[in-house]
């Protein structure tokens, strides 16, 4: 009979942990502080035409295509909201847009009755309290129905150049896990984390930064680390 391992002591070298799973390579590195500028300067330097990925042509319609984009690839989102643009071009008119009408326009970004709920919620607080103009401020945003501090985030650094926060989604959340930057699982804390890693004026860039390269090189499941600009700065790196 194999022996237990004896709680507190490490794997033996070359030996695989119970389970058959060899821990990803970890390397010591400095603290994030002191590698956080380079990192950025890096990822700034591949990826120069870093932004977001919804097409929009104001805080409004930006504002929509966030709210539409739960769930749902920014591909698709682009696909929906040209035609629901033309028909709803402000909040005033979709806050009376029909839910019937309004939930096959938006069918395929899938969890259309929540969104369509949300997007006429949105609609009506913002033609009733703001005179059918989005806010710009995070307190606003976060009171108006289907708004979160993530979708406020996009908003306020996107729409109205305010660097408020990081916008923290699947990529982010994984690659600031990978890079040692954070070590929560709690969007919250990830953004608290990040805030605190860089400086304000970084904030928005720092998300499509991190989104571009989850979504070119650090795939969740192959990251291509011999790809990477920053694996010599990454604890997770394989190479």
Known sequence: MAKKPVAGKKPIAGKKPIGGKIPARTRRLAPAAERAPEIYRRLSAQYPDAT???DHRNPYELLVATILSAQCTDKRVNMVTPAL?????DAKTLSVANPEELQDMIKSTGFFR???KSLLGMARAVAEQSSGEIPSTMEALIK???VGRKTANVVLGNAFGRDEGVVVDTHVSRLSQRLG?????DPVRIEQDLMALFPREQWTL????LISHG?????????LCEKCVVNDLCPSSRV
């Open 52 to 54: 977001t990925a919804l």
């Open 85 to 89: 643009f033309a028909k709803y071009p």
């Open 114 to 116: 929540n969104k369509t």
């Open 144 to 146: 108006l129905p289907g």
């Open 181 to 185: 930057l954070s070590r929560e699982s």
């Open 206 to 209: 720092l998300a499509h930064l």
């Open 215 to 223: 979504r070119e090189i650090c795939d969740a499941r192959k990251p």
